[in-house]
């Protein structure tokens, strides 16, 4: 693994949020200054093709990553924050349903969060 590489697993690994490349890029460059985008994505992209971090795909186009550990997110559907719940994995019960062998499943809930709640913002 490059140093880059293991920068970018370690700073998605304890982030506690849901970071975008832009995100990552940004801590990235505090430890590496004359690191370049084009180096944090292709990473991103290498260390997503490994297996190593998850890319969740938001429905304005944009793309978030995150930890591997087994869980589904809440997305909220006014701001698009992201909220990770631990459900029972349901990868058999698919598989059983289709008919089909699948290799994972990428389960996103809608729902209005408490701080859009709050404010009454649809």
């Known amino acids: 693994m490059t140093?880059?590489?293991?920068?970018?697993l370690r700073i998605i690994s304890e982030s506690h949020e849901h970071l975008a490349a832009d995100e990552v890029f940004d801590v990235l460059k505090t430890k590496y200054p004359g690191v370049v985008k084009a180096t944090c994505y292709n990473?991103?992209?290498k260390l997503t093709d490994q297996g190593l971090i998850r890319r969740i795909v938001m429905d304005n186009g944009g793309c978030r990553y995150d930890k591997i550990i087994r869980h589904d997110h809440l997305v909220c559907r006014?701001?698009?924050k992201l909220k990770d719940v631990f459900l029972k994995d349901i990868t058999s019960s698919l598989k059983t349903d289709l008919g089909e062998d699948i290799d994972s499943y990428d389960l996103k809930i809608y729902w209005l969060c408490p701080d859009c709640r709050k404010g009454d913002v649809l």
């Open 43 to 45: 990473n991103l992209n």
């Open 3 to 8: 140093k880059y590489e293991i920068e970018i």
């Open 78 to 80: 006014n701001c698009g």
